[in-house]
């Protein structure tokens, strides 16, 4: 099928970002444009069955991958599906959802890489691999918020769901084309909640935009808070791209203009104007943050999605 939606996968562990990104991705696609989908609504048990059974929602056997398989094998083709709904409200199921995709699908969730089939479905794969300090912060902070936990609970949890992360959450990192890591930079002296700066790997699974033109040392004004360099991740050969947090928009935009000019259909979206939200976080105490490094990491997973019409078979 030649218009079928164009698929992109968003993995990590709980709290990583996986929402936060899908948020700032639907909103550069338009939301008219995209389906969203979490993983989460395919947990086999709700909250008090799994602690009845003594059962993480990291563990496969504790959702219905096979379902969340067929479920995406039918959006890659186009198709309808009758979605489970999970409520993190309540711990609880929901009455299903029919679901029609839209032109773009994002699927994001813990477990959307763990089998073959299900890795076969989506035209980019994302995994978000923050450090687990910044992590488990992310987790305390937006469990308590919202989720009804205590900060005791959160962490007792989080250590009680290690071993389940290290065995089938953190491996799906090998399959990503793009792994995303926010960090706080090492002279970082905002408390908890500084300016982050961002690590991208880039793997050579996909076409990457011609960036090599930031390492060319005769540009060294984009070399400081804008680096490329070749890496290992995972034992494989990488592109790793950063952006520290201090890059100024002058910086960022002469990279975001390697990456339109390349890309046609992308020009509406680097133009700030026409797209304020572009790099939009909301802080913790409610407030709006203007972030190069996020702003940056959505320009280059959206250059993906418009790309992969060209690209896929
Ligand atoms: N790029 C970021 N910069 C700053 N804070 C972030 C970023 N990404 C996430 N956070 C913080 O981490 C919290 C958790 O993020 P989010 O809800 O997106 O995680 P998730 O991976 O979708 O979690 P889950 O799988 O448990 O639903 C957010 O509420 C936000 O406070
Ligand atoms: O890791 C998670 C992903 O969001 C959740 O903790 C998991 O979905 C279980 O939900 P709940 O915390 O509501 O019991």
């Known amino acids: 099928m030649s218009n079928r939606p164009i698929i992109l996968g968003i993995v990590g562990d709980s709290a990583a970002g996986k929402t936060t990104l899908t948020k700032g991705i ?37 959702n219905y991958l096979d379902i969340m398989q067929q479920h995406l094998s039918l959006l890659r083709t186009g198709q309808p599906i009758l979605k489970p709904v999970y409520s993190h409200k309540t711990g609880t199921f929901e009455a299903p959802l029919y679901i029609k995709p839209n032109k773009y699908v994002v699927v994001e969730g813990l477990l959307g890489y763990s089998t073959r089939a299900a890795r076969d479905a989506y035209d980019v794969k ?26 005791e609970q959160v962490l007792a949890e989080l250590e009680k769901r290690e071993p389940d992360s290290e065995e089938f959450i953190r491996p799906q990192r090998q399959w990503a084309d793009v792994v995303v890591s926010f960090y706080p930079p090492s002279d970082a002296t905002d408390g908890d909640n500084p300016l982050l700066n961002v690590r991208l790997v880039l793997r050579p699974t996909i076409p990457h935009p011609e960036l090599t033109q930031i390492i060319n040392p005769s540009n060294p004004k984009l070399t400081r808070a804008v680096r490329l360099e070749l890496d290992r991740d995972m034992g494989k050969p990488v592109d790793a791209l950063e952006v520290d947090s201090h890059a100024t928009s002058e910086q960022v935009q002469e990279l975001e203009h390697l990456m339109c000019n390349e890309m046609p259909n992308l020009k509406s ?23 190069n490094p996020l702003a940056l990491t959505q320009l280059l997973i959206t250059y993906h999605m418009l790309k992969a019409p060209q690209i896929r078979q």
């Open 269 to 291: 979206v680097c133009d700030r104007d026409s797209n304020p939200e572009l790099g939009k976080l909301v802080g913790t105490t409610g407030e709006i943050i203007q972030s």
């Open 126 to 151: 994302v995994y978000l691999a923050p450090p687990e300090s910044l992590r488990a912060s992310w987790k305390v902070r937006r469990d308590t918020a919202k989720r009804g936990y205590s900060k």
């Open 26 to 62: 639907a909103q550069v696609l338009g939301e008219e444009n995209v389906t969203v989908i979490c993983t989460d609504d395919y947990h086999r048990y709700d909250r008090t069955q799994r602690a009845e059974i003594g059962i993480t929602a990291l563990h496969p056997d504790c």
